[in-house]
Nanobody, 125 residues
Framework: QVQLVESGGGSVQSGGSLRLSCAAS????????MGWFRQAPGKERELLST???????IYAHSVQGRFTIFQDNAKITLYLQMNSLKPEDTAMYYC???????????????????WGQGTQVTVSS
């Protein structure tokens, strides 16, 4: 069982920055995918970024160039550095983990099984 705990959310003005953290405990697998999601009231959950076991990353178009996902060397803590924040970034942010699938020299992240409780980010104009 994996436990994920997010922190680092808060209120910031437009153009500001925040760094979210996600501490993992319990059984952690170095072959896991880790990801950051968000959900605003009345909207669907959105996948923002994924980091694969080999360290490669992908980003949603909405955050590309502004957000950066990374892990510490032990892969115990996941981070999301958020720069140039906009009011539309206001949401509850979640980290998640799931098993990677390795095929044809490529890691896929089809599902996320474990979820944190979320941390609120509010960006004011």
């Amino acid at each position: 069982q994996v436990q994920l705990v997010e922190s680092g959310g808060g209120s910031v003005q437009s153009g500001g920055s925040l760094r979210l953290s996600c501490a993992a405990s319990g059984y952690t697998d170095s072959r896991s995918c880790m990801g950051w999601f968000r959900q605003a009231p009345g909207k669907e959950r959105e996948l923002l970024s994924t980091i694969r076991p080999d360290g490669t990353t992908i980003y949603a178009h909405s955050v590309q160039g502004r957000f950066t996902i990374f892990q510490d060397n032990a892969k115990i803590t996941l981070y999301l550095q958020m720069n140039s924040l906009k009011p539309e970034d206001t949401a509850m942010y979640y980290c998640a983990s799931g098993d990677a699938v390795y095929s044809a020299n490529y890691y896929y992240c089809p599902t996320f099984t474990y979820w944190g409780q979320g941390t609120q980010v509010t960006v004011s104009s």
